[in-house]
């Protein structure tokens, strides 16, 4: 098998091949033959699917220098299969694949994966569904091609609300995780059309902003006991929705004066976003580091006027069976759509079917 694998890999690498298969070869390691010698720069697509592998840092240990120059060679590597195999470890060294666009990391065992992925600004698709991740890094926000997110069966409580930041995502693939909720902007893009976050059992609320979108919410909406999750909930008659942990405080119809801290960031923000359209101007120590991310990026935006918001929002709820959507669903959900509004007017004069 050893000697098969090396003179597969050296044809490649002397035929200066683009694709390279490397599928059900039970591999426990990262082939050391990938990272010898040059040839492999003109490769586009390397695919490692049904082995063993368990990492791919073991040579980046005691070979530091080959391994460094051998990913930093293959310029041209557009797709990376590493589904269906026993992965631990992604190595920040994935980030120097610039020209990558498919990375398919499907049934692994990952629990985390590293801030660099955030440096593949080519990246269009990324699965990485069926791992044991708890959260996915903030820095993948910066993935600016990314259309297709794939994260189905893990373990995920909670989704950076950054993520809503992605100027090309299409389709977001959710199901099957741990989530009690979801950013206040998802789906303010109009670039995202298809949501699915199928049997997240907790999750009783979708922002608003999904109403006209293709979603998936089947097996969402079981009871949950309050004291088992520590997030603010509000309640409509029976039903309680969870919001997300950065929000401070829920406002209501009766409060119609705004925290100072609330309008002293709106106003932070109008006068450094709009008029300087620089936040670098402050720094922490002209403000603590917490609200001057929150500058950067706000906990959402009003779902009726687009006001910022940074602490408190004023949620209104509409569940989902008195709405045209429910047809589609026929019972498998008990889910509401959620308004976030940035004051008692908005709260007032927003209609999610007009």
Known sequence: MASELCKTISVARLEKHKNLF????????????LLKDEGLQYLERLYMKRNSLTTLVQYYITLQKIVYKSIGSLVKLQCLDLSDNALE???????????????????????????EVGDLKELQTLDISTNRLLTLPERLHMCLSLQYLTVDR?????????????????????????LAFLPLDLGRSRELQYVYVDNNINLKGLPSYLYN??????????PIQVSEVKLLSFSSGPR???LPAEVKAIGTEHDHILPLQELAMRSLYHTYH????????????????????LLHCPLGHCHRCSEPMFTIVYPKLF???????AGLHQGRTTVSFVAYCCSTQCLQTFDLLS
């Open 154 to 178: 893990n373990r995920l409580w909670y989704v950076p609300r950054h993520l809503c930041q992605l100027p090309s995502l299409n389709e977001l693939s959710m199901a099957g995780n741990r």
């Open 89 to 115: 470890i992604v190595c920040p060294e994935i980030g120097r694949l610039r020209a990558l666009r498919h990375l398919r990391l499907a049934n692994n065992q990952l629990q985390f994966l590293p801030p």
């Open 240 to 242: 309680t929705v969870f």
């Open 213 to 222: 979108k293709v979603i998936g919410c089947s097996g969402c909406g079981a």
């Open 319 to 325: 569940p989902l069976r008195e709405t045209p959507m």
């Open 274 to 293: 709009r008029f300087l359209k620089d936040l670098n101007f402050l720094s922490p120590i002209s403000l603590p580091r917490s609200l001057l991310e």
């Open 22 to 33: 490397l599928n059900y070869r039970n591999l426990h390691h990262f082939p050391l033959e």
